[in-house]
């Protein structure tokens, strides 16, 4: 899927990746929802296919009508040429701010889960002692969604401008669509996830515009995190299928995690209980949790608990119930 704001969003199809055939006699998505300054279609376009809603969802920039904002809007399809009009995407809690590109994508180790990594545009800021600099900063933001319309998106940087001076020029730092399962380069170590950066997009200095690739610990995009004084948290009760629970985590050689079933109500069960569990301590991409050696939990499928993890000196990833 390509476009412009001239001609809004074109659909083309091949067989072989190289050559390749318009599906449609028009735009299947007409340039709306944008002004002169601030065109729809701008930046990047992502298409892509939602394995849960078994539907299309094609994500693209606009712009409210009524002033200059850089805004990020969502169209649905399912056979990819008829699309139902552009929304705005939605971000609860998330602080209103200019986002300048989208590059959503359904992260391949849970496809049910949409990650994107926008780029954020902080207008009326520049680097002052970058020769040449322009107004507005940017830099690159992490965002979550299970239906591709209300997204989580954290207000900390994903990716900073770094050192090298002409990042920190307007309008670089753009993350490039897709998550990659590379290789690590440490010996008997995991396989890490890689993703591609923009660099040196509008540098004052001639031929520098550049990818760099930056990589992230497997299924490692955010954590729960504590401090050694230490912290918890508990989840909303949640209905799983399996037999055992993974975890992937982190703490130091002093830190520790634990983990505790509840029922519903949020009473410890007799078996799972913090002091069943006792301290794990490490750094593990899939450890298996045990209470007093018993993983098993079958008996409790299908049922609703919740899970309390206690956390000192160290960050829990993500979990996931296996058979």
């Known amino acids: 899927m390509g476009g412009s704001w001239v001609g809004g969003a074109w659909v083309f199809q091949s067989a072989d990746g190289i050559h390749f055939t318009p599906m449609a006699r028009e735009p299947v998505i007409p340039p709306t929802m944008g002004n002169k300054l601030n065109p729809p279609f701008a930046g990047s376009t992502s298409a892509l296919w939602d394995p849960v809603g078994r539907r299309y969802l094609s994500f693209h920039r606009a712009g409210r009508p009524v002033y200059t904002w850089r805004e990020i809007v969502m169209s649905r399809s399912a056979d990819f040429l008829d699309w139902s009009d552009p929304v705005y995407l939605e971000y609860p809690g998330a602080p209103i701010q200019q986002l300048y590109t989208n590059p959503i994508s359904a992260y391949a180790r849970a496809p049910h889960i949409l990650v994107g990594f926008p780029k954020r545009f902080i207008q009326g800021r520049k680097a002052t002692d970058v020769p040449g600099a322009t107004d507005g900063l940017s ?37 490039a669509k897709g998550v990659v399962v590379t290789g690590s380069h ?65 703490t130091s050689a002093a830190g520790s ?10 009473k410890p069960i007799d078996g799972f ?30 049922t609703p608990v919740r899970l309390r993890f206690v956390i000192k000196d160290g960050d829990l990833y993500s979990i996931r119930f296996q058979p």
């Open 139 to 175: 830099d690159g933001v992490f965002m979550s969604s299970r239906d591709g319309l209300h997204f989580r998106r954290w207000a900390e940087a994903f990716v900073r401008p770094g050192p090298q001076a002409d990042n920190w020029v307007s309008r670089n730092n753009s993350i």
């Open 186 to 250: 440490l010996v008997e170590a995991p396989d890490e996830l890689s993703i591609y950066v923009v660099e040196g997009y509008y540098s004052v200095r001639r031929n520098r515009c550049r990818l760099r690739r930056h990589t992230i610990r497997m299924d490692g995009f955010v954590s729960a995190q504590a401090p050694f004084s230490g912290g918890e948290l508990v989840t909303k009760p949640v209905v799983f299928e399996g037999k055992t629970l993974v975890m992937n985590y982190s």
């Open 257 to 266: 995690l634990s983990v505790e079933l509840q029922t519903e109500l949020g």
């Open 273 to 302: 209980t913090l002091a069943d569990c006792g301290e794990i301590y490490g750094d593990e991409i899939e450890r298996v949790v045990s209470w007093k050696g018993n993983s098993d939990l079958s008996k409790l499928a299908g």
